[in-house]
Protein backbone atom coordinates (compact mmCIF):
# COMPACT_ATOMS: atom_id res chain seq x y z
CA UNK A 1 0.00 0.00 0.00
CA UNK A 2 1.58 3.40 -0.78
CA UNK A 3 1.21 6.01 1.99
CA UNK A 4 -1.50 8.09 2.13
CA UNK A 5 -1.53 11.66 1.37
CA UNK A 6 -3.70 14.71 2.16
CA UNK A 7 -4.23 15.63 -1.46
CA UNK A 8 -4.76 13.73 -4.31
CA UNK A 9 -2.72 14.33 -7.08
CA UNK A 10 -3.72 17.95 -8.66
CA UNK A 11 -5.10 16.98 -12.31
CA UNK A 12 -7.17 20.23 -12.67
CA UNK A 13 -5.08 22.99 -13.61
CA UNK A 14 -7.41 25.24 -12.88
CA UNK A 15 -8.64 28.02 -10.31
CA UNK A 16 -12.22 26.88 -8.54
CA UNK A 17 -14.92 28.93 -8.94
CA UNK A 18 -14.35 32.16 -6.51
CA UNK A 19 -17.04 33.63 -3.78
CA UNK A 20 -20.50 31.96 -2.62
CA UNK A 21 -21.32 31.17 -6.52
CA UNK A 22 -20.26 27.66 -6.54
CA UNK A 23 -22.88 24.95 -7.41
CA UNK A 24 -24.46 26.57 -10.21
CA UNK A 25 -21.50 28.46 -11.97
CA UNK A 26 -21.94 26.92 -15.12
CA UNK A 27 -25.17 28.15 -15.72
CA UNK A 28 -28.76 27.42 -15.41
CA UNK A 29 -29.79 24.39 -17.11
CA UNK A 30 -26.23 23.79 -17.43
CA UNK A 31 -25.17 21.10 -20.40
CA UNK A 32 -22.19 19.07 -20.92
CA UNK A 33 -20.58 21.37 -22.45
CA UNK A 34 -20.99 24.50 -20.60
CA UNK A 35 -20.36 22.30 -17.38
CA UNK A 36 -17.12 20.78 -18.52
CA UNK A 37 -15.97 23.92 -19.84
CA UNK A 38 -16.63 25.69 -16.20
CA UNK A 39 -15.33 23.20 -14.43
CA UNK A 40 -12.59 21.26 -15.98
CA UNK A 41 -12.89 17.70 -17.11
CA UNK A 42 -13.73 15.04 -13.61
CA UNK A 43 -10.04 13.87 -12.87
CA UNK A 44 -11.58 10.46 -12.13
CA UNK A 45 -8.42 8.12 -13.25
CA UNK A 46 -6.59 9.93 -10.14
CA UNK A 47 -9.63 9.44 -7.70
CA UNK A 48 -9.24 6.37 -5.21
CA UNK A 49 -10.09 5.91 -1.39
CA UNK A 50 -7.56 8.57 -0.26
CA UNK A 51 -10.41 10.57 -1.91
CA UNK A 52 -11.52 10.01 1.95
CA UNK A 53 -8.76 12.54 3.34
CA UNK A 54 -9.00 15.07 1.22
CA UNK A 55 -12.71 15.19 2.14
CA UNK A 56 -12.13 14.96 5.72
CA UNK A 57 -9.54 17.78 5.22
CA UNK A 58 -12.51 19.74 3.40
CA UNK A 59 -14.62 19.29 6.46
CA UNK A 60 -17.63 18.66 4.34
CA UNK A 61 -20.75 17.55 6.25
CA UNK A 62 -23.63 16.39 4.61
CA UNK A 63 -26.14 18.83 3.31
CA UNK A 64 -29.21 16.61 3.13
CA UNK A 65 -29.95 17.43 6.73
CA UNK A 66 -27.78 15.59 9.22
CA UNK A 67 -25.12 17.34 9.16
CA UNK A 68 -22.68 13.96 9.64
CA UNK A 69 -18.98 14.12 8.42
CA UNK A 70 -18.64 12.97 5.18
CA UNK A 71 -15.47 11.14 5.10
CA UNK A 72 -16.72 8.76 8.05
CA UNK A 73 -19.36 8.06 5.59
CA UNK A 74 -17.35 6.88 3.10
CA UNK A 75 -14.93 5.75 5.24
CA UNK A 76 -17.58 2.75 7.02
CA UNK A 77 -18.11 2.11 3.55
CA UNK A 78 -15.17 0.98 2.78
CA UNK A 79 -14.31 -0.82 5.85
CA UNK A 80 -17.40 -2.83 5.29
CA UNK A 81 -16.28 -3.41 1.53
CA UNK A 82 -12.87 -4.89 3.12
CA UNK A 83 -12.72 -8.37 3.45
CA UNK A 84 -16.01 -9.40 1.49
CA UNK A 85 -16.54 -10.86 -1.52
CA UNK A 86 -16.66 -9.19 -4.91
CA UNK A 87 -20.47 -9.80 -5.26
CA UNK A 88 -20.34 -7.26 -2.27
CA UNK A 89 -19.32 -4.41 -3.61
CA UNK A 90 -20.68 -1.60 -2.34
CA UNK A 91 -24.10 0.49 -3.68
CA UNK A 92 -24.07 4.18 -3.78
CA UNK A 93 -26.62 6.57 -3.85
CA UNK A 94 -27.18 10.44 -4.65
CA UNK A 95 -30.03 10.81 -2.98
CA UNK A 96 -32.29 13.78 -4.38
CA UNK A 97 -36.09 12.86 -3.15
CA UNK A 98 -36.20 16.15 -0.85
CA UNK A 99 -39.40 15.14 0.76
CA UNK A 100 -39.59 18.34 2.95
CA UNK A 101 -41.98 21.01 1.60
CA UNK A 102 -39.95 23.87 2.31
CA UNK A 103 -36.98 23.02 0.42
CA UNK A 104 -36.65 23.19 -3.27
CA UNK A 105 -32.37 23.34 -3.41
CA UNK A 106 -32.28 19.95 -4.49
CA UNK A 107 -34.89 19.89 -7.38
CA UNK A 108 -32.96 23.03 -8.64
CA UNK A 109 -29.38 21.41 -8.31
CA UNK A 110 -31.05 18.61 -10.24
CA UNK A 111 -32.33 20.11 -12.53
CA UNK A 112 -29.57 22.95 -13.54
CA UNK A 113 -26.53 21.43 -12.53
CA UNK A 114 -27.09 17.61 -12.91
CA UNK A 115 -23.71 16.98 -13.91
CA UNK A 116 -21.59 17.90 -11.09
CA UNK A 117 -24.21 15.73 -9.21
CA UNK A 118 -23.28 12.67 -11.57
CA UNK A 119 -19.27 13.43 -11.48
CA UNK A 120 -20.37 13.49 -7.24
CA UNK A 121 -22.04 10.17 -8.02
CA UNK A 122 -19.44 8.67 -9.84
CA UNK A 123 -16.50 10.38 -7.47
CA UNK A 124 -17.99 8.58 -4.34
CA UNK A 125 -17.89 5.44 -6.54
CA UNK A 126 -14.51 4.96 -7.09
CA UNK A 127 -13.90 6.28 -3.63
CA UNK A 128 -15.36 2.78 -2.61
CA UNK A 129 -14.69 0.63 -5.23
CA UNK A 130 -18.60 0.30 -6.09
CA UNK A 131 -20.72 -1.64 -8.20
CA UNK A 132 -24.37 -0.43 -8.56
CA UNK A 133 -25.34 3.43 -8.71
CA UNK A 134 -28.21 5.01 -8.26
CA UNK A 135 -29.83 8.50 -8.82
CA UNK A 136 -33.15 8.85 -6.62
CA UNK A 137 -35.09 11.80 -7.18
CA UNK A 138 -38.92 13.05 -7.58
CA UNK A 139 -40.22 13.03 -10.57
CA UNK A 140 -39.88 16.46 -10.67
CA UNK A 141 -35.85 15.72 -11.05
CA UNK A 142 -35.55 12.75 -13.44
CA UNK A 143 -35.98 14.33 -16.73
CA UNK A 144 -33.08 16.86 -16.49
CA UNK A 145 -30.93 14.11 -15.10
CA UNK A 146 -31.71 11.78 -17.70
CA UNK A 147 -30.77 14.35 -20.42
CA UNK A 148 -27.52 14.68 -18.75
CA UNK A 149 -26.84 11.09 -18.27
CA UNK A 150 -27.54 10.50 -22.47
CA UNK A 151 -24.94 13.27 -22.78
CA UNK A 152 -22.38 11.21 -21.87
CA UNK A 153 -20.41 7.91 -21.62
CA UNK A 154 -18.38 7.54 -18.43
CA UNK A 155 -22.37 7.46 -16.53
CA UNK A 156 -23.69 3.47 -18.17
CA UNK A 157 -23.70 2.28 -14.57
CA UNK A 158 -25.99 4.59 -13.38
CA UNK A 159 -30.19 3.98 -12.53
CA UNK A 160 -32.69 6.57 -11.86
CA UNK A 161 -35.18 5.56 -9.59
CA UNK A 162 -38.36 8.09 -9.40
CA UNK A 163 -39.24 8.73 -5.74
CA UNK A 164 -42.27 9.34 -4.24
CA UNK A 165 -43.26 12.55 -3.41
CA UNK A 166 -43.93 11.69 0.34
CA UNK A 167 -42.10 13.18 3.89
CA UNK A 168 -39.89 10.71 4.61
CA UNK A 169 -39.17 9.37 1.68
CA UNK A 170 -35.72 10.70 1.88
CA UNK A 171 -34.43 9.21 4.69
CA UNK A 172 -31.60 6.82 4.02
CA UNK A 173 -33.24 3.60 4.71
CA UNK A 174 -36.28 4.54 3.32
CA UNK A 175 -34.40 5.59 0.01
CA UNK A 176 -33.08 2.03 0.00
CA UNK A 177 -35.89 0.30 0.84
CA UNK A 178 -37.92 1.97 -1.71
CA UNK A 179 -35.53 1.03 -4.56
CA UNK A 180 -34.49 -2.40 -3.47
CA UNK A 181 -38.05 -3.35 -2.17
CA UNK A 182 -40.29 -0.49 -3.57
CA UNK A 183 -42.18 1.13 -1.11
CA UNK A 184 -40.10 4.39 0.57
CA UNK A 185 -40.43 3.66 4.51
CA UNK A 186 -37.40 3.74 7.12
CA UNK A 187 -36.47 -0.07 8.07
CA UNK A 188 -35.05 -0.65 11.56
CA UNK A 189 -31.37 0.66 11.87
CA UNK A 190 -30.27 -2.08 13.80
CA UNK A 191 -27.75 -2.70 11.48
CA UNK A 192 -25.88 0.40 9.96
CA UNK A 193 -26.43 0.88 5.93
CA UNK A 194 -22.89 1.16 5.39
CA UNK A 195 -22.18 -2.51 6.39
CA UNK A 196 -25.94 -4.01 5.43
CA UNK A 197 -28.10 -2.24 3.41
CA UNK A 198 -29.43 -2.12 -0.85
CA UNK A 199 -29.98 -6.11 -0.73
CA UNK A 200 -27.06 -6.87 1.93
CA UNK A 201 -24.62 -5.00 0.61
CA UNK A 202 -22.39 -2.17 1.98
CA UNK A 203 -24.43 1.09 0.83
CA UNK A 204 -23.61 4.61 0.28
CA UNK A 205 -26.27 7.43 0.59
CA UNK A 206 -25.48 10.79 -0.28
CA UNK A 207 -27.73 14.02 -0.67
CA UNK A 208 -27.03 15.31 -4.35
CA UNK A 209 -25.91 18.44 -2.98
CA UNK A 210 -22.98 16.77 -0.82
CA UNK A 211 -22.17 15.38 -4.04
CA UNK A 212 -22.26 18.42 -5.76
CA UNK A 213 -19.52 19.61 -3.61
CA UNK A 214 -17.48 16.45 -3.23
CA UNK A 215 -17.15 16.77 -7.31
CA UNK A 216 -15.78 20.06 -6.90
CA UNK A 217 -13.20 19.27 -4.06
CA UNK A 218 -12.36 15.86 -5.95
CA UNK A 219 -10.83 18.83 -8.51
CA UNK A 220 -9.90 21.37 -6.76
CA UNK A 221 -9.02 19.88 -3.17
CA UNK A 222 -10.05 20.86 0.33
CA UNK A 223 -8.47 23.95 0.99
CA UNK A 224 -10.13 25.65 -1.89
CA UNK A 225 -13.38 24.61 -0.48
CA UNK A 226 -12.39 25.75 2.94
CA UNK A 227 -11.71 29.66 1.52
CA UNK A 228 -15.20 30.14 2.18
CA UNK A 229 -17.18 29.54 5.31
CA UNK A 230 -15.74 28.69 8.66
CA UNK A 231 -13.74 26.46 10.72
CA UNK A 232 -16.47 24.79 12.28
CA UNK A 233 -18.61 25.64 9.13
CA UNK A 234 -16.39 25.38 5.98
CA UNK A 235 -17.59 25.69 2.55
CA UNK A 236 -21.30 26.78 1.12
CA UNK A 237 -24.50 25.37 1.00
CA UNK A 238 -27.42 25.99 -0.86
CA UNK A 239 -30.25 27.38 1.39
CA UNK A 240 -34.39 27.54 0.38
CA UNK A 241 -35.54 30.61 1.55
CA UNK A 242 -39.24 30.99 1.89
CA UNK A 243 -42.07 33.50 3.06
CA UNK A 244 -43.94 36.25 2.36
CA UNK A 245 -42.02 37.40 -0.70
CA UNK A 246 -41.74 34.25 -2.27
CA UNK A 247 -39.07 31.77 -2.92
CA UNK A 248 -35.82 32.24 -3.03
CA UNK A 249 -33.02 29.70 -3.79
CA UNK A 250 -29.29 31.21 -2.64
CA UNK A 251 -25.70 29.69 -1.78
CA UNK A 252 -24.27 31.46 0.80
CA UNK A 253 -21.23 30.62 3.01
CA UNK A 254 -21.12 28.31 5.81
CA UNK A 255 -21.51 30.20 9.34
CA UNK A 256 -23.54 32.51 7.29
CA UNK A 257 -25.53 34.70 9.60
CA UNK A 258 -29.30 34.26 9.48
CA UNK A 259 -30.39 38.37 9.14
CA UNK A 260 -27.66 38.27 5.94
CA UNK A 261 -29.41 35.17 4.44
CA UNK A 262 -32.92 36.88 4.96
CA UNK A 263 -31.57 40.05 3.36
CA UNK A 264 -29.70 38.56 0.46
CA UNK A 265 -33.47 37.11 -0.16
CA UNK A 266 -34.88 40.57 -0.22
CA UNK A 267 -36.76 40.16 3.11
CA UNK A 268 -37.71 42.73 5.12
CA UNK A 269 -36.46 41.32 8.79
CA UNK A 270 -38.56 44.01 11.29
CA UNK A 271 -41.84 42.74 9.13
CA UNK A 272 -40.55 39.49 10.42
CA UNK A 273 -41.66 38.28 13.92
CA UNK A 274 -39.41 34.51 13.70
CA UNK A 275 -37.73 32.55 11.14
CA UNK A 276 -38.17 28.45 10.81
CA UNK A 277 -34.42 27.01 10.09
CA UNK A 278 -34.43 23.76 9.48
CA UNK A 279 -37.53 23.11 7.84
CA UNK A 280 -40.28 20.82 9.54
CA UNK A 281 -37.84 18.76 11.55
CA UNK A 282 -36.46 22.11 12.47
CA UNK A 283 -36.51 24.88 14.84
CA UNK A 284 -38.13 28.48 15.45
CA UNK A 285 -36.24 31.36 16.64
CA UNK A 286 -36.53 35.06 16.69
CA UNK A 287 -34.53 37.52 15.74
CA UNK A 288 -32.33 37.18 13.87
CA UNK A 289 -28.52 37.19 14.81
CA UNK A 290 -28.00 33.29 15.09
CA UNK A 291 -25.62 32.22 12.62
CA UNK A 292 -26.66 29.00 10.27
CA UNK A 293 -23.84 26.18 11.28
CA UNK A 294 -24.32 22.39 12.32
CA UNK A 295 -22.08 23.15 15.44
CA UNK A 296 -22.11 25.56 17.38
CA UNK A 297 -24.08 26.55 20.72
CA UNK A 298 -27.68 26.79 20.55
CA UNK A 299 -27.76 29.94 21.75
CA UNK A 300 -25.92 31.99 18.84
CA UNK A 301 -26.22 28.70 16.47
CA UNK A 302 -28.88 27.20 14.58
CA UNK A 303 -28.73 24.09 12.10
CA UNK A 304 -29.52 24.63 8.79
CA UNK A 305 -30.99 20.95 8.59
CA UNK A 306 -30.83 20.69 4.81
CA UNK A 307 -30.57 24.00 4.55
CA UNK A 308 -34.16 25.92 4.76
CA UNK A 309 -35.25 28.95 6.30
CA UNK A 310 -39.09 30.17 6.39
CA UNK A 311 -39.86 33.44 7.43
CA UNK A 312 -42.67 34.29 9.41
CA UNK A 313 -44.38 37.11 8.61
CA UNK A 314 -45.80 39.60 12.09
CA UNK A 315 -49.24 39.12 10.55
CA UNK A 316 -49.35 35.42 11.15
CA UNK A 317 -49.86 33.35 14.65
CA UNK A 318 -47.01 30.65 15.19
CA UNK A 319 -48.94 28.67 17.07
CA UNK A 320 -51.48 27.99 14.29
CA UNK A 321 -48.64 27.81 11.64
CA UNK A 322 -47.10 25.13 13.87
CA UNK A 323 -50.50 23.57 14.73
CA UNK A 324 -50.74 22.92 11.18
CA UNK A 325 -47.19 21.70 10.21
CA UNK A 326 -47.54 19.13 13.10
CA UNK A 327 -50.71 18.30 11.60
CA UNK A 328 -49.17 17.42 8.63
CA UNK A 329 -46.47 15.62 10.08
CA UNK A 330 -49.15 13.35 11.81
CA UNK A 331 -50.70 12.36 8.53
CA UNK A 332 -46.75 11.81 7.24
CA UNK A 333 -45.96 9.73 9.77
CA UNK A 334 -45.56 6.10 7.63
CA UNK A 335 -47.01 4.78 10.57
CA UNK A 336 -44.96 1.60 11.06
CA UNK A 337 -44.13 2.69 14.28
CA UNK A 338 -46.84 2.86 17.52
CA UNK A 339 -45.27 6.00 19.66
CA UNK A 340 -45.22 7.75 16.09
CA UNK A 341 -48.06 6.59 14.74
CA UNK A 342 -49.99 7.71 17.91
CA UNK A 343 -48.23 10.30 19.82
CA UNK A 344 -47.54 12.67 16.67
CA UNK A 345 -51.44 12.91 16.18
CA UNK A 346 -51.90 12.93 19.89
CA UNK A 347 -49.64 15.72 20.02
CA UNK A 348 -51.15 17.73 16.81
CA UNK A 349 -54.66 17.40 18.59
CA UNK A 350 -53.03 19.25 21.89
CA UNK A 351 -51.20 21.59 20.21
CA UNK A 352 -54.14 22.27 17.89
CA UNK A 353 -56.05 23.11 21.12
CA UNK A 354 -54.12 25.66 21.98
CA UNK A 355 -53.50 27.49 18.96
CA UNK A 356 -57.57 27.38 18.16
CA UNK A 357 -59.14 28.66 21.72
CA UNK A 358 -58.27 26.45 24.43
CA UNK A 359 -57.31 27.99 27.94
CA UNK A 360 -56.40 25.02 30.02
CA UNK A 361 -53.03 25.74 30.95
CA UNK A 362 -52.61 21.43 31.43
CA UNK A 363 -51.79 22.00 27.34
CA UNK A 364 -48.66 23.31 27.30
CA UNK A 365 -47.46 20.06 29.91
CA UNK A 366 -49.04 17.83 27.80
CA UNK A 367 -47.45 18.73 24.83
CA UNK A 368 -44.48 18.53 26.99
CA UNK A 369 -44.83 15.47 28.21
CA UNK A 370 -45.89 13.74 24.60
CA UNK A 371 -42.70 15.37 23.29
CA UNK A 372 -40.27 13.38 25.38
CA UNK A 373 -42.26 10.26 24.69
CA UNK A 374 -42.12 10.26 21.81
CA UNK A 375 -38.47 11.13 21.53
CA UNK A 376 -35.90 8.46 20.36
CA UNK A 377 -38.89 6.09 19.80
CA UNK A 378 -39.25 5.42 16.42
CA UNK A 379 -37.19 3.39 13.07
CA UNK A 380 -36.57 7.03 11.96
CA UNK A 381 -36.33 10.64 13.47
CA UNK A 382 -39.30 11.90 12.13
CA UNK A 383 -40.70 11.82 15.90
CA UNK A 384 -37.53 13.58 17.19
CA UNK A 385 -38.01 15.72 14.50
CA UNK A 386 -41.57 17.10 15.58
CA UNK A 387 -41.02 16.93 19.19
CA UNK A 388 -38.43 19.49 18.72
CA UNK A 389 -40.13 21.44 16.53
CA UNK A 390 -43.06 21.85 18.92
CA UNK A 391 -40.26 22.29 22.10
CA UNK A 392 -39.01 25.30 20.00
CA UNK A 393 -42.76 26.61 18.59
CA UNK A 394 -43.51 27.02 22.91
CA UNK A 395 -40.16 28.75 23.36
CA UNK A 396 -40.39 30.94 20.40
CA UNK A 397 -43.85 31.99 20.81
CA UNK A 398 -44.50 31.79 24.70
CA UNK A 399 -46.00 35.43 24.41
CA UNK A 400 -48.49 33.51 22.29
CA UNK A 401 -49.24 30.77 24.55
CA UNK A 402 -49.66 33.13 27.35
CA UNK A 403 -51.72 35.22 25.54
CA UNK A 404 -53.93 32.40 24.06
CA UNK A 405 -54.13 31.12 27.48
CA UNK A 406 -55.85 34.01 28.95
CA UNK A 407 -58.14 34.11 25.76
CA UNK A 408 -56.85 36.54 23.24
CA UNK A 409 -54.17 36.65 20.74
CA UNK A 410 -51.83 38.73 20.07
CA UNK A 411 -52.21 38.81 16.08
CA UNK A 412 -56.09 38.92 16.58
CA UNK A 413 -55.87 41.70 18.79
CA UNK A 414 -53.03 43.24 16.48
CA UNK A 415 -55.40 42.96 13.37
CA UNK A 416 -58.75 44.08 15.40
CA UNK A 417 -57.36 47.66 16.65
CA UNK B 1 -20.55 -8.25 30.02
CA UNK B 2 -23.31 -5.14 29.60
CA UNK B 3 -26.13 -5.95 26.88
CA UNK B 4 -28.56 -3.75 25.27
CA UNK B 5 -31.81 -4.72 24.49
CA UNK B 6 -32.73 -3.30 20.78
CA UNK B 7 -36.22 -2.76 20.29
CA UNK B 8 -37.32 -2.53 16.13
CA UNK B 9 -40.46 -0.24 16.50
CA UNK B 10 -41.56 -1.26 13.08
CA UNK B 11 -42.84 -4.86 14.34
CA UNK B 12 -43.51 -4.05 17.97
CA UNK B 13 -47.32 -4.12 18.23
CA UNK B 14 -47.65 -2.51 22.06
CA UNK B 15 -49.41 -5.37 23.34
CA UNK B 16 -46.83 -5.52 26.38
CA UNK B 17 -45.43 -8.72 27.06
CA UNK B 18 -42.04 -7.47 27.06
CA UNK B 19 -42.69 -4.66 30.01
CA UNK B 20 -44.57 -7.52 31.72
CA UNK B 21 -41.52 -9.49 32.06
CA UNK B 22 -39.03 -6.36 32.47
CA UNK B 23 -40.78 -4.52 34.57
CA UNK B 24 -37.64 -2.72 36.20
CA UNK B 25 -36.25 -2.16 32.67
CA UNK B 26 -39.43 -0.79 31.04
CA UNK B 27 -42.65 0.54 30.98
CA UNK B 28 -45.93 0.60 29.37
CA UNK B 29 -46.18 4.19 27.19
CA UNK B 30 -49.93 5.68 26.91
CA UNK B 31 -50.61 3.21 24.34
CA UNK B 32 -48.96 -0.05 25.75
CA UNK B 33 -45.30 0.49 23.70
CA UNK B 34 -42.44 -0.46 26.02
CA UNK B 35 -40.94 2.42 27.32
CA UNK B 36 -37.59 2.53 28.83
CA UNK B 37 -37.12 3.72 32.24
CA UNK B 38 -33.69 4.95 31.61
CA UNK B 39 -32.21 5.91 28.75
CA UNK B 40 -28.62 5.60 28.16
CA UNK B 41 -27.05 8.70 26.33
CA UNK B 42 -30.86 9.18 25.06
CA UNK B 43 -31.43 6.30 23.36
CA UNK B 44 -34.49 4.86 24.15
CA UNK B 45 -34.39 2.33 21.36
CA UNK B 46 -31.65 0.33 22.85
CA UNK B 47 -31.98 -0.23 26.29
CA UNK B 48 -29.33 -1.38 28.35
CA UNK B 49 -29.84 -4.67 30.30
CA UNK B 50 -27.57 -5.24 33.57
CA UNK B 51 -26.22 -9.03 34.20
CA UNK B 52 -29.21 -9.29 37.07
CA UNK B 53 -31.87 -8.79 34.01
CA UNK B 54 -30.18 -10.56 31.04
CA UNK B 55 -32.17 -14.29 31.69
CA UNK B 56 -35.43 -12.06 31.69
CA UNK B 57 -34.45 -10.28 28.93
CA UNK B 58 -33.60 -13.32 26.63
CA UNK B 59 -37.24 -15.00 27.67
CA UNK B 60 -38.62 -11.72 26.28
CA UNK B 61 -36.71 -11.89 23.23
CA UNK B 62 -37.53 -15.52 22.75
CA UNK B 63 -41.50 -14.69 23.49
CA UNK B 64 -41.70 -11.36 21.70
CA UNK B 65 -44.57 -12.43 19.80
CA UNK B 66 -43.35 -10.14 16.68
CA UNK B 67 -39.93 -10.83 17.06
CA UNK B 68 -39.46 -7.27 17.47
CA UNK B 69 -36.72 -7.91 20.53
CA UNK B 70 -32.68 -8.29 20.19
CA UNK B 71 -29.90 -8.52 22.29
CA UNK B 72 -26.91 -6.74 21.30
CA UNK B 73 -22.70 -7.68 22.48
CA UNK B 74 -23.94 -10.93 23.80
CA UNK B 75 -20.99 -12.96 24.83
CA UNK B 76 -19.59 -13.91 21.94
CA UNK B 77 -20.39 -17.91 21.32
CA UNK B 78 -17.12 -18.51 18.70
CA UNK B 79 -13.48 -17.49 19.21
CA UNK B 80 -13.26 -16.49 22.61
S1 LIG C 1 -40.73 6.77 13.31
FE1 LIG C 1 -42.63 7.29 12.27
S2 LIG C 1 -42.04 8.01 10.25
FE2 LIG C 1 -40.27 6.93 11.14
S3 LIG C 1 -40.45 4.82 10.42
FE3 LIG C 1 -41.49 4.89 12.36
S4 LIG C 1 -43.64 5.35 11.89
FE4 LIG C 1 -42.43 5.80 10.07
S1 LIG D 1 -43.47 -8.12 23.48
FE1 LIG D 1 -42.71 -7.50 21.48
S2 LIG D 1 -44.49 -6.80 20.34
FE2 LIG D 1 -45.07 -6.94 22.49
S3 LIG D 1 -44.79 -4.86 23.28
FE3 LIG D 1 -42.90 -5.99 23.69
S4 LIG D 1 -41.62 -5.61 21.92
FE4 LIG D 1 -43.67 -5.01 21.36
Redesign the pocket.
Known amino acids: MTPVTAEMPKVVDRQGPSGTHRLFAAGNDAGLAEHVQTFGALPLHGVDARLIDVVEASGLTGRGGAAFASWRKIAATVDARSGAPLERKPVVIANGAEGEPLSFKDKALLAHAPHLVIDGLLTAARAVSGGQLFIYATDAGLPAVERALAQRHDSRSIRLVAAPET ?2 SG ?1 A ?2 VVNGIANGPA ?3 DHRRRLSESGFKGRPTLVLNVETLAHMALIARYGSAWFRTEGSDRDPGTRLVSVSGPAGDRLLEVAGDAGLGDVLSSADIDTSSIQAVLVGGYHGRWVRPMGYRLSPTGPASHTVRPGAGVVHALPDSVCGLETTAQIVGYLAN ?10 YG ?1 PAMARVLNSLAYGGRDPQLVRELGRLSRMVTG ?7 DGAAQLVGSALEAFSAEVAAHLAGTCTKRMGRRS | MSETLHID ?2 RCDGRGLCTELLPTLLDRDDWGYPLAKRATNGDRSNVAVRPAHSEAAREAVYLCPKMALSLANQVAGFGQ
Do not use: D, V
Open positions: FIESALPTESAKQCGPCMLRGACHHP | WT
